[in-house]
């Protein structure tokens, strides 16, 4: 009986590591991409700067390296806005409409 929960808590384990690995992957992603861009392609898409959206994802990174729970919670969160809202609206104004 111990032996299955040990397993369970090892699977458990590896499935958090993955989900951390993939989530400060994506951060990294968000940053390289975030570095590559003009400045004045977010504030012409009405986003916040592009110093402060570096910051946030290079604390979004610090924080998936060495802290867990809540607040890698709220990095991963800053991630998604990043590449859900952010990232598309630079990219179409810096090459035009896909359509």
């Known amino acids: ?4 929960v040990n397993m369970v808590q090892s699977w458990a384990g590896n499935i958090l590591l993955v989900l951390q690995l ?3 992957g994506a951060t990294v992603f968000a940053l390289i991409h ?3 861009q003009r400045p004045d392609a977010f504030t012409a898409v009405d986003k916040l700067t592009k110093p402060i959206w570096l910051t946030i994802l290079s ?3 610090v924080v998936l390296l ?3 729970g809540l ?7 800053a991630t998604g806005v990043y590449l859900a809202d ?3 609206k630079v990219d179409e104004v810096q090459r035009g409409p896909r359509w």
């Open 1 to 4: 009986m111990m032996g299955d």
């Open 22 to 24: 993939a989530a400060l």
């Open 34 to 36: 975030a570095i590559r």
């Open 59 to 61: 604390v979004a990174a």
């Open 66 to 68: 060495l802290v867990q």
């Open 71 to 77: 607040l890698a919670f709220v990095a991963i969160i």
């Open 86 to 88: 952010v990232r598309p």
